[in-house]
C-alpha cells in the first residue's frame, strides 16, 4: 500500500494542481456574476436613495422634482452601465467608494461593523461545533437509540423555534427577571478595563451567541449523526471493533472520521456566515454588526454599502467553498481524480 | 402629578380586561385598583414643569429608532437627527409648547411692510462651545449651503427656495429678501446654524464636524458609537437656562419589544410604544412598578390618499361615498381602542387651523350608496362590483408595509368598500418604492400616514392646484379654485386670527370636497422610567419644540412611593 502511495505522489500532486486552477479559474466568473447580479438587482429595484430619505416616521412630502435633483447629486441620471464601469474600475483600485448616507468611505463603514459580527458569529459557530459533534457522533453511534430519539426530538424543536421569539423570551427571563445577563449592546456603559472589560463582553455575548447557536445545531449534529450512523455499519468499523477496539474508539477514530467529509463541505457554506450578520438577532440585541448595516443599507438604498458587502460577501463564499473543496480533497483523494 | 396617573389607571385597566390571564404572581401594585372606568382614556396635555422639585445632575437614556445620518444641522432628514440635535443645536426661532415661534438664538425679528424681508438681530451671548461668538456671518453660511444645489438638505432647502437675498448687516444682524410676501417666510426660520469657520473651504459633506457637531445649545457632544450609541453632557459655555440631567446618553435601539424591555430593566428611561406594548404594559406587574404610560395626541394623523386625476375619483360624489363608506367610529374603538380622534380635513383637531365645528362626514353606507349610483357607478354587468362605461370601479390600494396599524386600516376599508361593489386591492410596499410612486403621483390609492414635523400649518404645498408632481407635493392632484384662493389669502395675510379665519373657511371646503379619505389622529403612546418627572408635552409631541425634553429632569432610582405609584 504504502509503496503504491509513493508512486502515485507525483501524478496526484499534479492532479490536485490542476484541480485548483480549474477551481480557481471558474470562482472568478462566478463572482463577476455576482457582482452583476446584484448592481442590477439593486439599482433596477423601485426606490432610489432620494425616496428613502428621511425614512418612514418622517411625515415630509420631497417634490419628485427635487428627488430627481438629489438623484443628480448621487449620480444616479448617469446610464446604468456607465455606472457599472466606473464602480468596477474603482474596484479593481480596491476603493469601494462612499456611502451615500453619511459621505464616509465605504471601507470605514464596513471595518467599524466587523469586529462585532465576527465575535458573535466566530463564537457562535465555535459553540455549534463543540456541541453538535459530540451530540452527533453519541446519536450515530446507536442509531434510534433512547439519546438518538430524545436528541432528534430536542433537536427538531429548537430547529423549529423562531429566533425573534426566543430571543425576546430568554431577554425577559434572564435579563430583565433574574438580570443575570445584559439585556443588548456588547459592553456596558462604563465598560470595565482589562480581565472586568473582558469577562462584560462576554457576558453581552451570551445570548446573542445562544440565539445563533440553537438553530444550526440541529443542522450540524444531525448531519454528523447521519454521517457516523452510516460509517458505523460498515466494515471497517466491524473490523476496528474485531480488532478489539473499544467502542468509544472505534466511533470517534473510524466512523467520525469518515463522516466529517459533509461536515468539511458544510463548514464552507458556515464560513461565509461569519461575515454576513444575522439581521434578527443583530436588531434584536442593538448589536452594532453587519447584518444591521446590511439591511439598513438596503432600506436607504446606499448602493455603494450594499455592493460593497455584498462583494465582499461573494468573495469570502468563494472562498470558502473553494477552501472546503480544498480540504475535502486532501481528506477523499477520489474528488481529486474525479474533479 | 395630577392628569398622569389618571391616564395610567385607566391604560391599565382597559388592557387589564384585554389581557386578564396574563401570567404573573405574588402581590401587585395594580391589583388595588377596580374596574370602574370603561371610557377612553382621557387623552389630554401634561405640563408637569411646576410639580415636584427637579432634581439635578445625572443621566438622561434616552433611544433612538435608528441611527442619525449625520449630526450636521443642515443635512439631517429624519427623527433621530432632529432628537440629538435638539440639545447641541440652537436654533433662530423655536415652536413653543403652544405652536407659536419664540426667540431662540435670536432675539427679536423684523419682518418689512411689503412682508418680504426679515431682520434677524442675534442675541450678544449667543456662543459656540469654543467661546466663540455665533455670528451673522454663520447664518448666512449656513442659508447659502442650504441654497447650494450640490447640498442636499431636504428639510431646509424648501424653505429658503424663494428667496432672494442673503447678506450680513453687521456681526449679529442679518437679513433674507423673498422674492414673494408670504407670512410663512417665518417659519424657515426655524433653523439651527453651523459654526462657518468650521466648514469654510472644507468639503462640507465630508466635515469632521458632521459625525461631531460644534455645540451653541444646552448640551454638547462627547461620543458617537456607531450603531450603539451617541453621548453627550452639559455644554460650560452655554448662557440659556441649562437642562436637568449632566449627561444625555441616546441608545440605537431598532427594536420596540426591546427597548420595552430596556425600560422595564432599567438601561432605558423613555421609549416610544404602540398599542399591543402599552396593553403589555397595563397588565405587566413589572412594568407597573417602576414605569407609567404617558399617551397624548399630536399633530399627525392618517388618511387614504385619492389621485383626483383617476376617472375613479375625479367626480367629488364619488369621493364623498368613499368617505361614508368607512367606518371611522368603529375603526377608533376597535383598531385604535379608543385613543384616536375623527378629523374632516388636513389637520389634526390639535392644530389652530382645524374649525371643531366642522363635524366630519358620517358613516352612511346607504347614502353612499346613492352617491355612486349619481355618479353613473352601477353594477351593470351583474358581477358584484359598479363599474361605468366598460370600466369596473376596482383600484390598488398602496401601504405602507411597515405600518401594521396602516395595514389593518387598509383591509378593513377595502372590506367595507366590497359591500359597496368597490373593490379595492390591498398592495403593501417596500417603503422607498411607495414613497416614490406617491410623489410621483403614480397611483390610485394610497394609505397616508402624516408625521407633522412642526407647527406650520399652511395647506399650500400640499393642496393647492399650482403644487401638482413632479414640481410639488399636492399628490393627490386635488384643485378647486375656491380653495386655491383661500390659501393664497391665507399666505398673505400677516395677522394670525385672521388667519386662523382663513384656514376654518377652507376646512369646510376640504370637508365637502373630500379630496381624500380623511381618517384619524391617533394617540401618541410612551412609556418613561417613574424615575424622570418635569414631562410637557404639546401638539408638537414631547420633542419637537422649545424646551421640550430639557425640562425633563430625574430622581437617582426608582423609589416607588405610595403617590407616585397611582
Known sequence: MVGAAGRLRDSGERALIRFLVRRIALAIPTLFGIVVVVFLLMHLAPGSPASAIGGAESGRRVSAAARAEMRRLYGLDRPLPERFVQWLGRVARFDLGESFVDRRPVSERIREALPATLALNGLALLLTLALAIPIGVAAGGRPEGPFDRTSAVMLFALYSTPVFWAALLLQTLLSVKLGWLPLYGVSSDAAPEGLAGLADRLAHLALPVTCLTYGSLAFVARLVRSGVAEARSQDFVTAALARGLSRRQALWRHAFRNALLPVVTLLGLLLPGLLSGSVIVERIFAWPGLGRLYFDSILSRDYPVVLGLSLIGGVVTLAATLAADIAAAFVDPRLRESA | ?566
Not at chain 2, 384643485?479 to 376646512?507: G, Q
Request: net charge neutral; glycine share 8%.
Open chain 2, 1 to 566: 402629578m395630577k392628569r398622569l396617573p389618571l391616564l395610567f389607571l385607566v391604560g391599565f385597566l382597559a388592557a387589564c380586561r384585554a389581557r386578564e390571564s396574563a401570567v404573573g404572581a405574588g402581590p401587585t401594585p395594580g391589583s388595588a385598583l377596580t374596574p370602574t372606568e370603561t371610557a377612553a382614556p382621557p387623552l389630554g396635555f401634561l405640563d408637569e414643569s411646576k410639580e415636584g422639585t427637579p432634581v439635578e445632575g445625572g443621566v438622561l437614556r434616552r433611544r433612538l429608532l435608528g441611527e442619525p445620518t449625520t449630526l450636521n444641522a443642515v443635512l439631517q432628514s429624519g427623527l433621530p437627527e432632529q432628537q440629538v440635535l435638539q440639545y447641541v443645536s440652537r436654533q433662530l426661532l423655536d415652536f413653543d409648547a403652544r405652536l407659536d415661534l419664540a426667540p431662540g438664538l435670536v432675539e427679536k425679528w423684523e419682518v418689512s411692510d411689503d412682508g418680504r424681508e426679515y431682520r434677524l438681530f442675534l442675541r450678544k451671548d449667543a456662543a459656540w462651545e469654543d467661546g466663540t461668538a455665533v455670528t451673522a456671518g454663520d447664518a448666512v453660511f449656513t442659508i447659502r449651503q442650504i441654497r447650494d444645489p450640490k447640498i442636499p438638505s431636504p428639510v431646509f432647502k424648501p424653505l429658503f427656495a424663494d428667496a432672494d437675498i442673503v447678506e450680513a448687516i453687521d456681526a449679529t444682524s442679518f437679513r433674507v429678501r423673498f422674492r414673494s410676501a408670504d407670512a410663512m417666510h417665518a417659519y424657515a426660520f426655524a433653523l439651527p446654524l453651523l459654526p462657518e469657520k468650521r466648514y469654510a473651504g472644507r468639503p462640507f459633506l465630508k466635515v469632521r464636524e458632521n459625525r461631531a457637531p460644534l455645540s451653541n445649545g444646552p448640551y454638547r457632544f462627547v461620543r458617537w458609537k456607531t450603531q450603539e450609541s451617541i453621548e453627550l453632557e452639559r455644554n460650560p459655555k452655554w448662557s440659556g437656562a441649562p437642562g436637568h440631567f449632566d449627561r444625555i446618553l441616546f441608545r440605537v435601539m431598532p427594536e420596540n419589544p426591546v427597548a420595552y424591555r430596556a425600560l422595564t430593566e432599567g438601561s432605558l428611561d423613555e421609549t416610544a410604544i404602540d398599542q399591543s406594548l402599552k396593553e403589555r404594559a397595563a397588565a405587566d406587574r413589572t412594568f407597573a412598578a417602576c414605569c407609567r404610560v404617558v399617551e397624548f395626541y399630536n399633530l399627525d394623523f392618517n388618511y387614504i390618499a385619492l389621485n383626483n386625476r383617476s376617472p375613479l375619483f375625479s367626480d367629488v360624489r364619488v369621493r364623498r361615498a368613499l368617505t361614508m363608506l368607512l367606518d371611522r367610529p368603529s375603526i377608533v374603538r376597535g383598531l385604535y381602542r379608543g385613543s384616536a380622534r375623527i378629523i374632516s380635513g388636513p389637520w389634526a383637531p390639535d392644530s389652530p387651523a382645524y374649525d371643531s365645528r366642522v363635524t366630519a362626514l358620517p358613516f352612511d353606507p346607504r347614502a353612499a350608496a346613492e352617491l355612486l349610483d349619481r355618479a353613473g357607478w352601477r353594477d351593470t354587468n351583474g358581477n358584484g362590483t359598479r363599474d361605468k362605461a366598460g370600466r369596473e370601479f376596482e383600484f390598488d390600494l398602496l401601504g405602507s408595509a411597515g405600518s401594521t396599524a396602516g395595514r389593518q386600516l387598509d383591509e378593513i376599508f377595502a372590506a367595507e368598500l366590497a359591500q359597496a361593489g368597490v373593490r379595492a386591492r390591498v398592495r403593501p410596499m417596500e417603503w422607498a418604492a411607495f414613497v416614490e410612486r406617491i410623489d410621483a403621483g403614480d397611483y390610485e390609492a394610497a394609505s397616508l400616514a402624516w408625521a407633522a414635523s412642526d407647527g406650520n400649518p399652511d395647506p399650500y404645498p400640499y393642496w393647492h392646484s399650482s403644487q401638482f408632481p413632479p414640481g410639488g407635493v399636492n399628490v393627490a392632484f386635488y384643485a378647486n379654485p375656491a380653495a386655491d384662493r383661500l390659501m393664497e389669502d391665507a399666505r398673505r395675510e400677516r395677522d394670525p386670527a385672521r388667519r386662523r379665519e382663513i384656514y376654518h373657511r377652507l376646512h369646510r371646503i376640504f370637508r365637502d370636497d373630500a379630496p381624500v379619505v380623511f381618517v384619524v389622529n391617533a394617540s401618541q403612546k410612551y412609556a418613561f422610567r417613574r424615575r424622570i418627572g418635569g414631562l410637557v408635552t404639546s401638539p408638537l409631541g414631547l420633542y419637537g419644540f422649545w424646551p421640550g425634553p430639557l425640562s425633563w429632569w430625574g430622581r437617582p432610582d426608582d423609589s416607588v412611593t405610595p403617590e407616585s405609584a397611582h
